[in-house]
Each structure stands twice: as C-alpha cells, then as structure tokens.
C-alpha cells in the first residue's frame, strides 16, 4: 500500500555549492575531502554516522547489513519527500547496531533532510525510548552537526520525551508501545523492540497488549505519506513481526493490508558464515549459540522462533559423578507449594528443595551440581518442618532459597526468623513469577549442554 497524497515537507537541503567547491578544490587538499565528506553526511545515513559518530571508546563498525539498511532508510527519506509511503521490517541478533542505525542516527538525519516531519518513537515501555530519544537529541544537538544542517533545538521544547525543531514543525516523541499516542502524528514511526523479556515473549496478555498498541495506537497516528520501520531482534514466532508477516500473506482475505518489506538478518548465514564477523568473532558467536540454547538461540540469533515443543530440559544430557567439585557456594532452593487451590487437588503438588551449586567456565558457560534433592506434599506448618530440619542437617554453610512470591512471602519471614543464626535465609523471587515455562526456560540451554551434573 503507497499513499500518493503530498505532504508539506521541506526538499533534502541543496548540495550544489558544496559539490562545486569540492571539485574546484585541489583533489589531494584536506578541504577538499572535507567538503566532500560533508555532502556524503548530509545525504546518506551511513556517511551522517561517520561524522557524527559519539562514542569514541567504541568506533562505529561496518558491516554487510550495515550498509544494506543504511541505503534502504535513504531510500525512504528519499521516496518520503516525494509523497510516497515505505514499510520496513528489520529483524537483526542483538548487539549488531540495529538500534544505533534506525533510532539514534536516523531521526537526526531525517530532521535535517525534511524539517517538517514528525517523528514517534515507541519501544516496550517508555523508559528505554526516552533512552534512546536522549541519544538522538544529543546527536542533533552538536556541532558536528551544525556543520551539515542548519536546524537547531527549539529551547521551550527539549525535554527527552518531546523535543522539537526550532521554527519548524518538526519533533521527536518518545513513548512506549502502549502509551498514550492520540493527538500526537507521525511522518515517520520507529518501533524498537517491542518485548522486553521471555517472560512477556511466553504470555499470550502481553503479546496481545503489545499488538494493540500498534495497531490501535500507533498506526493509526500516520501521516498520509509516512515510514514505518519496525526493528526487533525476536522472541515469539506470534510477535508483532510474526503477526503482521501472517497477515501479508493472507492477502485474498485483507487485500488492503500494508505489505511490509522484510530484511532479515541472521548470526548464522546459510552458508555457515557469520553475520558480522568485522565485530564479534568466531568464538563469541559460539559461545552465544552455547549459552542460548537451540530455542532461544533460533529466535534471539536467527530471528526465525519456533514453537516451544515438549521434554524441555534434556535429562539425557545430564551427567553423573561419584562425588561433588571442592569451593562451591552450596544454595538448597525451594520450590514452595501450599495453597488452597493445591491442597484442594486429589493429587497436590510437591514442595521440592535441591541443594545446588553453580560454576561459570572460562568461556561463559554455564555448569549445575546438584548433589541431594528432598520432596514432599504436605500443607504449610508440615512443609515448614521439613525445611527447617533440612536446614539444620546442611548446616551454615549452605545457603537456603527460600521462593517468595505471591502467597509464599509469609512462609519466607516465618522461616528466617526460625533459622536466624543457625543458616542464611535468602529471598528469592523467581523469574517468570510462577510461570513454569519461563522459570525453566533459563536451564534449558545448560541442560541442553551437558552441563548438568548429578550425584
């Protein structure tokens, strides 16, 4: 879908004087390859980063996906000012620049090529946004940047949230993907990973949070003509990415539907290679793939997530030895279970503490022990029992973990005040909240590993 309405932005800024010094200037003078970098900065992104670049102790790094989006988001200004629309989707592993390129150095870039133009920027919550939008406006307010556009920030509207260009209509706003948008256009909206964790990933509510929040709230604010850039390195085969992939290609059903152009990146090429290799080497791609695990790994590195399949923890992995490694810190970790729903079953759950120890390899990997597991089902003041004589029987030097979320914070005060100078009670509360597929999704990659050692 292209809208063909014409918008009043302002053309790209004329480079004819700058080119015609440049030529008439000697061709091995430094004058001259300045002149001629400040017509590449003020025309293309890539070249805008390079003179802008601010951060020092990290210089900008180049890669083949690099330069592919950079020409693409040119392409966008370009056809923008002509009053045509573009929608991009770019799925990119984490820590490869995608962030730097579209919602730091792109806005800035946009607002000196088109003054006019109106820019929302959204991500999972409005903190990381502002983040962002900060680096954004700093950039625009440089005088490496002054060299190359005349804009200037508008000093009664600079905050991180909204800031604005002086005398012009154009403005960056900051928000997260379910903030409140109406009133507020966009020429251009970047969405910058729209999920903030696993934990959102897995939970159904929240992916259908985040997709109204586009589609009832940020989309509905574009301008006639616009971009739409969505950027995310991804969690969930059913994202926002996924679900509007799903949709372009039930086209005979929603004929209207925006067909978005995807560039998809991944850690992994086809051919074995590795994505940007000018920036991470052999070994970190590795031992990220190691880390992750298959799962994680296939949606975090590859941008292609599937759907979780059973027998998550691979047991047959699991390694077995006569006795444990010397100086480890031993933690016995319990997994309450008292409630009222679970006493009321015909079969309760479990309250389950293992006694385990962890290792990190020099490599980054990480290695379990578990030298003694003890279960029961029992209501509280039993289950309470057991935990303080196991407590007793470990000793101090073995730390207990004692679960504190919802209904268990009470079990965790009484505990610690039990066992006050006889073990060290530690809180813990669990990511995923009681969600046990979350819970067990940050052993999966150790498991799947062989880093599991049982006695």
Same mark, same amino acid.
């Given at each position: 879908m292209m809208a063909t309405v014409p918008v009043p932005l302002a053309p790209p800024p004329p480079d004819q004087v700058l080119e015609s010094a440049a030529r008439q200037s000697p061709g091995a003078g430094a004058s001259a390859r300045r002149l001629r970098a400040i017509v590449n900065a003020r025309r293309d992104l890539l070249s805008f980063m390079r003179w802008c670049w601010r951060n020092p102790a990290s210089p900008l790094m180049v890669?083949?996906? #690099?330069? /592919?989006?950079? +020409?693409?988001l040119d392409r966008a200004l370009t056809d923008l000012a002509a009053g045509k629309s573009t929608y991009l989707i770019v799925t990119l592993p984490y820590r490869h620049g995608k962030s730097d390129m579209v919602s730091r150095y792109f806005p800035p870039l946009a607002l000196g090529r088109l003054p006019e133009v109106e820019i929302i920027l959204a991500t999972y919550g409005a903190a990381l946004s502002e983040e962002l939008s900060r680096d954004a406006r700093s950039i625009f307010d440089t005088d490496e940047y002054r060299e190359l556009f005349v804009q200037k920030l508008d000093p009664q509207t600079q905050a991180v949230a909204h800031w604005a260009v002086a005398g012009r209509r154009g403005k960056v706003r900051a928000v997260g993907i379910d903030g409140a948008v109406m009133g507020r256009g966009a020429d251009i909206l970047i969405v910058d990973d729209y999920c903030k964790s696993r934990q /959102?990933?897995?939970?159904?509510?929240?992916?259908?949070?985040? %997709?109204e929040g586009f589609t009832n709230g940020l989309i509905s604010r574009l301008a006639p003509a616009h971009i739409v850039v969505i950027l995310a390195t991804r %969690?969930?085969?059913? /994202?926002?990415?996924? +679900?509007?992939?799903? +949709?372009?290609?039930n086209r005979a059903d929603n004929p209207d539907f925006p067909q978005y152009e995807v560039m998809h990146y991944k850690a992994r090429q086809d051919d074995g290679s590795w994505l940007f290799p000018e920036r991470f080497s052999d070994e970190w791609y +590795?031992?990220?793939f190691a880390t992750l695990g298959s799962y994680a790994a296939a949606a975090l590195l590859q941008g292609e997530p599937t759907i979780r399949g059973g027998n998550m923890l691979k047991v047959d992995q699991i390694q077995f030895a006569d006795s444990m490694p010397g100086g480890m810190l031993w933690v016995r970790f319990w997994d309450l279970a008292s409630t009222e729903k679970e006493r009321a079953k015909d079969d309760p759950d479990y309250t389950v503490g293992a006694r385990?120890?962890? #290792?990190? #390899?020099?490599?980054?990997?990480?290695?379990?022990?578990?030298?003694?597991v003890v279960w029961v089902q029992a209501e509280a003041p039993a289950r309470n029992r057991l935990i303080v004589e196991t407590a007793l029987a470990d000793g101090p030097?073995? %730390?207990?973990?004692?679960?504190?979320v919802a209904g268990y914070k009470d079990a965790f005060t009484e505990l610690q005040e039990i066992l006050k100078g006889r073990s060290h009670v530690h809180k813990w509360v669990p990511h995923g909240g009681k969600d046990s597929v979350v819970r067990a999704g940050a052993m999966e990659p150790c498991f799947e590993a062989g880093n599991v050692t049982f006695l």
């Open positions: 890669g083949k996906h #690099t330069r /592919d989006i950079a +020409r693409r /959102d990933a897995e939970s159904e509510v929240v992916r259908n949070s985040t %997709w %969690w969930h085969q059913d /994202d926002v990415i996924g +679900r509007i992939v799903e +949709r372009m290609s +590795r031992q990220q385990c120890a962890v #290792t990190v #390899t020099p490599d980054g990997l990480v290695r379990l022990f578990v030298d003694d030097g073995v %730390w207990q973990g004692i679960e504190s």
